[in-house]
């Protein structure tokens, strides 16, 4: 059985390039994909219809009617979440905030989703 110490002495320079370029590249895909920017605006949809577009830079809710009652959107510090929503398994407001662009807390049941985009819109669409 090899100690821990007896593999490290078996790792060669070459290697340890390899595993150093190797953590480099990962950490760089890592804050390319997963940091994205904060957003600008907040778009709300109700049965796939634009039902409010509003900057993040103020605070305000909103009641969005849908089919199953009212969905209650909250918008503050550059952020924005549903705080209650009709429908039975609330996997909208159990979301929680959301503030960078590209997210999105979509309420099925109610047909109410609530978008965050930027400058640049990374996707054509959002469809439920």
């Known amino acids: 059985m090899s100690t821990p110490s007896s593999v490290m002495a078996t ?3 070459g290697d ?3 595993l150093t370029l190797g953590v480099m590249v990962i950490l ?3 804050m390319h994909y997963w940091m994205s920017p904060g957003g600008q605006r ?3 949809k109700r049965g796939g219809d634009v039902f409010l577009t509003a900057s993040l830079a103020r605070a305000f809710s909103v009641d969005v009617p849908g089919p199953l009652g009212v969905t209650q959107v909250e918008v ?3 952020r924005a979440r549903v705080r209650s929503d009709p429908s039975p ?3 909208c407001v159990h979301q929680g905030w959301i503030s960078h662009e590209g997210e999105a807390a979509i309420c099925l049941p109610n047909q109410v989703s609530v978008e965050i985009v ?3 819109r990374r ?3 959002l469809n439920y």
Do not use: F, T
Request: proline share 0%.
């Open 118 to 120: 930027g400058q640049v």
């Open 42 to 44: 907040l778009i709300i």
């Open 16 to 18: 340890w390039a390899v």
């Open 123 to 125: 996707y054509d669409s």
């Open 76 to 78: 503050a510090g550059h």
């Open 28 to 30: 760089a895909l890592g």
């Open 11 to 13: 790792i060669k320079s």
């Open 89 to 91: 398994r609330q996997l």
